[in-house]
């Protein structure tokens, strides 16, 4: 098994578990909260980044962070432990991607479609709420969008809805029309 095979394996399965256990407790949308506030610090701040990526901290080093963090956001007791588990089982430098296939399946739960848009250019609110709108006529009601904005895509669109992906940025197309050119 590789690496990455082996990672996501260890991901999905703890993620799922985490799914479970807050399932039962019925403290899902709480938790939810409180996992992109997590996700979100992981993005934001470098130091918890290495707090939990770099295997020279101590569990101990772990735990007491963690604590504070847990306090200062109010965490679930039931997320706490869980949290305190991965430091035990020196699995805490998965977190990010644990939350993030947590939020996932609390999403596929709930028979959310995830939809994702790229644009060259900021969009205004009405923009975003008109695709928003467009798409779920198209692919149901329960349409969870995200909006990004790339620079480098130049004009265009890139969409991605499930499994489907729609890109009609001058970017790609640019990139077509080289690669045609190198085959011929």
Do not use: H, W
Not at 45 to 69: A, G, M, W, Y
Not at 88 to 107: P, T, V
């Amino acid at each position: 098994m590789s690496n990455t095979s082996l990672s996501q394996t260890v991901n999905n399965s703890y993620s799922q578990a985490l799914y479970e256990l807050i399932s039962e407790e019925k403290a899902l949308d709480k938790v939810e909260q409180e996992a992109a506030a997590i996700i979100k610090l992981i993005s934001d701040s470098p130091e918890f980044l290495d707090l939990i990526k770099d295997p020279r901290n101590t569990q101990s080093e772990q735990n007491d962070s963690i604590s504070v963090i847990c306090e200062r956001y109010k965490i679930n007791k039931t997320f706490i432990k869980f949290l305190k588990f991965l430091i035990l089982k020196r699995r805490l430098f998965f977190l990010d991607k644990i939350l993030k296939d947590f939020l996932i399946i609390c999403s596929n739960k709930r028979g959310e479609i995830r939809a994702k848009i790229t644009a060259p250019k900021e969009l205004s609110k009405s923009e975003i709420e008109n695709i928003e709108n467009s798409l779920r006529d198209n692919f149901g009601s329960n349409l969870k969008l995200q909006f990004s904005y790339d620079p480098s895509l130049l004009g265009g669109l890139k969409l991605q809805v499930g499994s489907i992906m729609i890109d009609t940025s001058l970017k790609s197309k640019l990139q077509q029309i080289e690669n045609k050119m190198i085959e011929a």
